[in-house]
């Protein structure tokens, strides 16, 4: 079973929509959590990190669950330039591994 | 802001070849990472580093060897370049238990 699993998508939506991601995860000793936004052919950006009771950053939210070992991210009212791949990260109680999912791609429509 | 150089954007080199990617970050983190990122197979671990001189595989470091001598700067090395490691090489650094910086990545051919 792979640490961390993702939709691979596509997700394709119009402009102003509301989105969600879901990111399960399988080792419980899992630690940290983010979520990334890599553009074509850039480098992956730390979009949130993601905190046990869930936050917010403007139109993204991103959520938390232990129990069910899985996290989200839910992006309000999409805009053109939301359109990316997201990947969702986790770290270990190490400290120093980290895992990906391979990442879900979200495709803004006008 | 953290910066995450990669020396080289774009790299063509041919089958044989010894081949250097260099990495240097400018925020005295402890940790450092060499990935390789190819489509549908996602971002693979080659190497990772928790300090100066120190190194410990990941998934996938055949092929590949390290270099860490100074904190900022942690090298990859391509012993043998060969035509399946063309790919892109991602650097990341960061602190323990914070998230990963990268660097902006090299496109690497081996033809």
């Known amino acids: 079973r792979k640490e961390v699993e993702q939709d691979p998508g596509p997700f394709n939506v119009p402009e102003g929509a509301t989105v969600a991601f879901n990111c399960t995860y399988s080792?419980?000793?899992?630690?940290?959590f983010f979520w990334y936004r890599q553009d074509c052919r850039k480098e992956p950006k730390l979009l949130m990190s993601?905190?046990?009771s869930g936050n917010e950053d403007g139109r993204f939210t991103a959520q938390l669950n232990r129990a069910s070992q899985y996290i989200s991210l839910l992006i309000r009212d999409s805009k053109l330039s939301d359109s990316a791949t997201y990947l969702c990260?986790?770290?270990?109680?190490?400290?120093?591994?980290?895992?990906f999912g391979t990442g879900t791609s979200l495709t803004v429509i006008p | 802001d953290v910066k995450v150089t990669q020396s080289s954007r774009y790299l063509v080199k041919r089958t044989g070849e010894k081949v250097f990617l260099e990495c240097v970050q400018d925020?005295?983190?402890?940790?450092m990472f060499w990935y390789r990122q190819d489509p549908g197979l996602g971002l693979r671990l080659i190497y990772f580093?928790?300090?100066?001189?120190?190194?410990e595989k990941g998934d996938i470091p055949e092929g590949y060897s390290v270099s860490r001598e100074k904190k900022e700067r942690f090298s990859l090395i391509l012993e043998s370049a060969s035509t399946n490691q063309t790919s892109m090489y991602l650097c990341?650094?960061?602190?323990?238990?914070?998230?990963?910086?990268f660097g902006n990545g090299t496109r690497l051919t081996v033809t």
């Open positions: 990341a650094s960061s602190l323990r238990f914070s998230p990963l910086h």
């Open positions: 080792n419980s000793a899992s630690q940290s």
């Open positions: 993601v905190y046990s």
């Open positions: 990260v986790v770290n270990r109680k190490s400290g120093n591994q980290f895992y």
């Open positions: 925020m005295d983190h402890e940790n």
């Open positions: 580093s928790y300090d100066v001189k120190m190194k």
